[in-house]
């Protein structure tokens, strides 16, 4: 039988640029290896409409930067707030300023909403309380000084009339929807963007800050109204990651093998 053990740590900090060298284009094959299609191909699978959280914290802080840059004030407070706050779009789209500020000007330290989406599904009535963080503070304030005229009873996420003027009427989910399609685009981003980004990346983050910490995937289930910890997972997108790694360093059968410049070895303990 085999038993698994660690081996020296010795030239574990040591580059083989040999092994770097071999790993290049192993994914593209050389000419004439295989020829194109003669017909075409229908595969039997599910569509795929997964939307992606943003993991990047350097492409979180490109998109609000973007935004800006562009005066899209308005975008860049949804953006921050969506992430931020974890709500759905339905429950995001709703929120008025008098829900973050008191009647003095003053930023509340949290707030109760009421979600749309399980006011069926529980059994007794209970508000989600949002804490408002210092991200949120910052977008929100930078809104309000760079637009005129706004009211504590205004949807913070107004939509727009043709002259640009404000509507005091909520961003529809499918206006949400097609603004981040549009940052995407705009931004050239290798991401599945839908409104589930925005609550998916307060839970992909919320995960990572916390090392990964079983009470706090538990706090998310709790607070996603999921009714498993594997379903939070994978709403999360977590658990695809965790595949992927699976399928990609086992590779048995060939030199590159998980056990490749590996820590673990194996021995041959079997008694004959």
Not at 212 to 236: C, E, G, V
């Amino acid at each position: 039988m085999f038993i698994i053990a660690k081996k020296s740590h010795i030239e574990a900090n040591i580059i083989d640029l040999d092994l770097i060298h071999k790993g290049i284009n192993k994914r593209k094959l050389s000419p004439g290896l295989i020829a194109p299609a003669t017909e075409e191909i229908v595969d039997d699978i599910a569509p795929d409409h997964a939307a992606d959280p943003i993991k990047s914290i350097d492409d979180i802080n490109m998109i609000s930067e973007y935004l800006i840059a562009n005066e899209r004030y308005r975008d860049n407070m949804l953006f921050i707030v969506g992430i931020n706050f974890g709500l759905r779009a339905s429950d995001l789209r709703m929120l008025r300023f008098c829900n973050l500020i008191n009647e003095n000007c003053t930023f509340k330290d949290k707030f109760p909403v009421y979600e749309r989406k399980t006011r069926n599904t529980r059994k007794r009535k209970k508000n989600r309380y949002i804490t408002i963080n210092t991200a949120v503070i910052e977008a929100v304030t930078l809104y309000l000084e760079n637009t005129p005229n706004v009211k504590l009873s205004d949807y913070m996420f107004s939509s727009l009339s043709n002259n640009g003027l404000r509507n005091n009427e909520p961003l529809t989910v499918r206006s949400i929807d097609r603004i981040l399609k549009g940052i995407a685009n705009d931004l050239d981003l290798n991401i599945h963007m839908s409104t589930h980004t925005l609550r998916k990346t307060f839970c992909y983050h919320q995960m990572l800050m916390s090392n990964n910490d079983t009470r706090k995937l538990l706090l998310l289930q709790k607070m996603l109204n999921h009714a498993s910890p594997a379903q939070t997972l994978d709403y999360i997108g977590i658990t695809e990651e965790e595949i992927d790694e699976a399928y990609k360093a086992l590779n048995l059968g060939s030199d590159h093998h998980y056990l490749v410049d590996s820590d673990i070895i194996e021995f041959d303990t079997a008694i004959s």
